[in-house]
Every structure is written in C-alpha cells, then in structure tokens.
T-cell receptor
C-alpha cells in the first residue's frame, strides 16, 4: 500500500543510547519531515528535506540528526538519548507545491 | 511571527449535535490551510484543505471549513457529530515548504 512507513512502532532506550528511527515513502514525494508530538504542544518540526541530499533544521533539531540519500528514505538519528526526547515521532511526506502531508503511524519512544 | 492558534484545548459535544472547531492563523498573506484529524494511537489524516477559490471547502467524513480572510480564520464544522468523530483535530498552514500546526483540539463525543 502506498504511504509512509515508520519503524519501529515502539522503542524504549536507556539514557545515552543511540538509535535510528526509520521512515520510508513510496509516493515519490520530494518533501519529507520529522515531527515530535508532546502533550499540549502539538507537533513540532525537527528536521525536513526537500529532496535527496538536502536537509534543513526545523524548530527543535538539537539532539537529532538526519540524512536523505534517496528520495524514499529519511531516517532520524538520536545521537545520545535523553529523557526529554521521550515523545511520539511522526514522519510525513508531501509532493512539493501540492500541499497536504501524508503521515506515518508514528513511533512511540521512551527514554529511561 | 507565523503561527496557528486553536483556542479550544478540549470540546465536548453530544452525538448528533453540531460542531465548530476554531482556528486562527498569523501570516502576512493567505496561506494554504489544512485540517487534520488524529485518532488515538494513529497518525494524522487530512480532512480538508484550502488553497484558493471558494472559501467554503468540503472534506471527508462530512466535515467542512470556511476561510474568512478578514478574521484570519479557518474554522472546521460538522452539522451532526458521530461518536466516531472523537479524536484530536489539528489546524495547519504551509508557507513555502514549512508546515505550522496548532496545538490541537481534543473532541469528546457523549452518547
């Protein structure tokens, strides 16, 4: 099925560990982004990309790293996990100029 | 500064009653506007969008929204709410390639 696929769905990390959240889309969308969702704060943009090889920071980029080597994949790396990074993470993609995101189903991350 | 405001954090309505969720935006021009719905444990699903033209837009699941330039608003409405509409609703706009989301309105539907 066409859409945005995020893995894993759930993850528990210890403080200081690193990990990569995977995101893949099969709609040939140029634009991909990562958001975190926290209670009472809505969605906050972490990083985004407008095409392969191009990434930029969003509102809350600290502690996260991204790369975009292909159109399909946009992984999010947590370099050294902290409890403040406990959140639900959403990947989204869209076709430039068309507006409207397609969202993945999310990754619920807990850092202990 | 560019922003989206959803003044109602939580709304409770009875099943069958009408619904209006408020959204105001702050931007120097008319942006592209969206409403998304998020069911518990799920990602966000696009309900409707406004780019230009008719200021009353129809979406999925019987929702509609009206763009009012003079009020910088894009309120979401539904004439008769169903229990399955209980969810979190997000208003958003896009400028260039950046989306701005409101903090969401949580809807509870009473049987």
């Amino acid at each position: 099925n066409a859409g945005v696929t995020q893995t894993p769905k759930f993850q528990v990390l210890k403080t200081g560990q690193s990990m990569t959240l995977q995101c893949a889309q099969d709609m040939n969308h140029e634009y991909m982004s990562w958001y975190r969702q926290d209670p009472g704060m809505g969605l906050r943009l972490i990083h985004y990309s407008v095409g392969a090889g191009i990434t930029d920071q969003g509102e809350v980029p600290n502690g996260y790293n991204v790369s975009r080597s292909t159109t399909e994949d946009f992984p999010l790396r947590l370099l050294s996990a902290a409890p403040s990074q406990t959140s639900v993470y959403f990947c989204a993609s869209s076709s430039l100029g068309q507006g409207g995101y397609t969202f993945g189903s999310g990754t619920r991350l807990t850092v202990v | 500064a560019q922003s989206v405001t959803q003044p109602d954090i939580h709304i409770t309505v009875s099943e069958g009653a009408s619904l209006e969720l408020r959204c105001n935006y702050s931007y120097g021009a008319t942006p592209y506007l969206f409403w998304y719905v998020q069911s518990p444990g799920q990602g966000l699903q696009l309900l409707l969008k406004y780019f230009s033209g008719d200021t009353l837009v129809q979406g999925i699941k019987g929702f509609e929204a009206e763009f009012k330039r003079s009020q910088s608003s894009f309120n979401l409405r539904k004439p008769s709410v169903h229990w399955s509409d209980a969810a979190e609703y997000f208003c958003a706009f896009i400028t260039g390639n950046q989306f701005y989301f409101g903090t969401g309105t949580s809807l509870t539907v009473i049987p």
